[in-house]
């Protein structure tokens, strides 16, 4: 009898941990970057990065919460750049020559 307290009360704890967790996110990912809602749509981020005079090749969003982007500057660099889905800033810039 006592080991089945014991495993209901281990239970109980593990469910309520995870409870506790999930609802302290706010529905936000670990990077507390917004599930959805208040991310920038995919047109808007192309639309940024053209204006700022790039010629973007391919967009996704990838499983590390970020806009991942390929595009290539006036001078022709392949340029692979990570961007915040909320501010729409560079987080990480590789050039490829």
Do not use: C
Request: glycine content about 10%; aromatic content about 10%; charged content about 25%.
């Amino acid at each position: 009898m006592k080991r089945t307290t014991l495993f209901a009360t281990a239970a109980m704890f593990a469910i309520g941990t995870f409870a506790v967790t999930a609802q302290a996110s706010g529905g936000q990912t670990l990077q507390g970057i917004p599930a959805t809602g208040e991310r920038m749509s995919m047109s808007e981020v192309i639309n940024k990065l053209e204006a700022e005079g790039y010629r973007v090749d391919e967009i996704e969003f990838d499983d590390d919460g970020y806009y991942d982007v390929d595009l290539y500057d006036a001078n022709g660099r392949d340029i692979d750049v990570d961007i915040h889905p909320v501010t729409g800033k560079v987080l990480e810039w590789n050039v490829y020559d």
